[in-house]
C-alpha cells in the first residue's frame, strides 16, 4: 500500500458543528502532517506529528485539534469553525526527513 | 526565514515543447527540495526529490536540478503533452525540522 487517504472527500459544516477528518497511511512512515490549502495557493503548515507525538504546531487557532491515535492514523478534529476556514486540507506522510506523500485532500465548506 | 519563488507563474504551450520552470530559494542551507505536481481540487503528487548532496534527478520526461550554492533549481518538461498540464510547485525542506516551504507554484497548460 502506496498511498494516503483521507475522509470524507467533501465536508460542509456549520459554525456550531463538531466534526472530524481522518487520514490514514500503511507505509511505515513516522512522520505525519496537515496542511491547509486556500485557492490559487501553496500548502499552509498546520502540524506535524513524529513518532505519534505532536513535534510542530504552526500556531494554529484551537478550534483546530489534532490526534495520532497510532503511527498509521491522523485526526484532525474540527469544532466551532468559522467561514475564513473553508479550505482544501491535505494530510502527508513521509519517513524521517525524506520525500512527503499527499493524500488527495478533504474539500471544507463553513457555512 | 527561508523564501521560496517560482517564475513563471503561469505558461501556456503548444503541445510537444520542450519548457523550464524555474524555483529560486533565499537560504542555501537546505536539506532537499521537492517538485509536486497538483491537479485542480486534488492532492499533491510528488515527483522529484534532490537532496541537497545531489545535482539533478530524472524521471521520464521529466528532469531536475539543483544548483544549492545559487539557490535555484529547475525543472525540465521535455516533449509536453496536454496532460502535463496542472500547478507545479517546488518546496525546500531546511536543514533543521520538517518544515516544507512552497513556491507560489506555476500554472502550466499545454494546448493541443
Known amino acids: 500500500d502506496t498511498e494516503v487517504t483521507q475522509t470524507p472527500k467533501h465536508l460542509v459544516m456549520g459554525m456550531t458543528n463538531k466534526k472530524s477528518l481522518k487520514c490514514e497511511q500503511h507505509m511505515g512512515h513516522r512522520a505525519m502532517y496537515w496542511y491547509k490549502q486556500k485557492a490559487k495557493k501553496p500548502p499552509e503548515l498546520m502540524f506535524v506529528y513524529s513518532y505519534e507525538k505532536l513535534s510542530i504546531n504552526e500556531s494554529v487557532p484551537s478550534r483546530f485539534s489534532p490526534e495520532c491515535p497510532n503511527s498509521s492514523l491522523l485526526n484532525l478534529h474540527l469544532h466551532a469553525l468559522q467561514p475564513e476556514d473553508s479550505a482544501l486540507y491535505l494530510c502527508?506522510?513521509?519517513?524521517?526527513?525524506?520525500?512527503?506523500?499527499f493524500g488527495p485532500g478533504t474539500r471544507l465548506t463553513v457555512l | 526565514k527561508q523564501e521560496v519563488t517560482q517564475i513563471p507563474a503561469a505558461l501556456s504551450v503548444p503541445e510537444g515543447e520542450n519548457l523550464v520552470l524555474n524555483c529560486s530559494f533565499t537560504d542555501s542551507a537546505i536539506y532537499n527540495l521537492q517538485w509536486f505536481r497538483q491537479d485542480p481540487g486534488k492532492g499533491l503528487t510528488s515527483l522529484l526529490l534532490?537532496?541537497?548532496?545531489?545535482r539533478e534527478q530524472t524521471s521520464g520526461r521529466l528532469n531536475a536540478s539543483l544548483d544549492k550554492s545559487s539557490g535555484r533549481s529547475t525543472l525540465y518538461i521535455a516533449a509536453s503533452q496536454p496532460g502535463d498540464s496542472a500547478t507545479y510547485l517546488c518546496a525546500v525542506k531546511e536543514t533543521s525540522g520538517s518544515r516544507l516551504t512552497f513556491g507560489e507554484g506555476t500554472q502550466l497548460t499545454v494546448n493541443p
Open positions: 534532490i537532496q541537497s548532496s545531489q
Open positions: 502527508a506522510s513521509s519517513p524521517a526527513g525524506q520525500r512527503q506523500f
